[in-house]
């Protein structure tokens, strides 16, 4: 089974940019999907966006299209990016990714079966 690791989260002010990383181990990502949730305190987990390894194709809520951009490592088939651009302080959440053994996306949570530890995003005005 696949063991994920993410990370590059920080603290950064308003209008800023970070890229998450999301690093496989034991396994590459060349037959699983892969997507990015963040959980805001008291709030449930919310779907980022995915990517389905195989295809390259991609997936984002219209809500979070233009700032929320996920890549893959072509060099290396066991790192996925997570782009974020003109951070507002409504983005500040943990940010995990997860991966399913499957080639379709899927944006509820459950659908996942490996998770990562979470990297925290704070936004600051």
């Known amino acids: 089974q696949v063991q994920l690791v993410d990370s590059g989260g920080g603290l950064v002010q308003a209008g800023g940019s970070l890229r998450l990383s999301c690093a496989a181990s034991?396994?590459?990502?060349?037959?699983?999907?892969i997507a990015w949730f963040r959980q805001a305190p008291g709030k449930e987990r919310e779907f980022v966006s995915a990517?389905?390894?195989?295809?390259?194709?991609?997936?984002s809520p219209d809500s979070l299209k233009g700032r929320f951009t996920i890549s893959r490592d072509n060099a290396n088939n066991t790192v996925v990016y997570l782009q974020i651009d003109s951070l507002k302080p409504e983005d500040t959440a943990v940010y995990y990714c997860?991966?399913?053994?499957?080639?379709?996306?899927?944006?509820?949570?459950?659908?996942?079966?490996?998770w990562g530890q979470g990297t925290q995003v704070t936004v600051y005005s």
């Open positions: 997860a991966a399913r053994p499957a080639y379709r996306s899927a944006d509820w949570a459950v659908a996942y079966d490996y």
């Open positions: 034991r396994r590459t990502f060349s037959t699983y999907t």
């Open positions: 990517l389905v390894w195989v295809t390259g194709v991609t997936y």
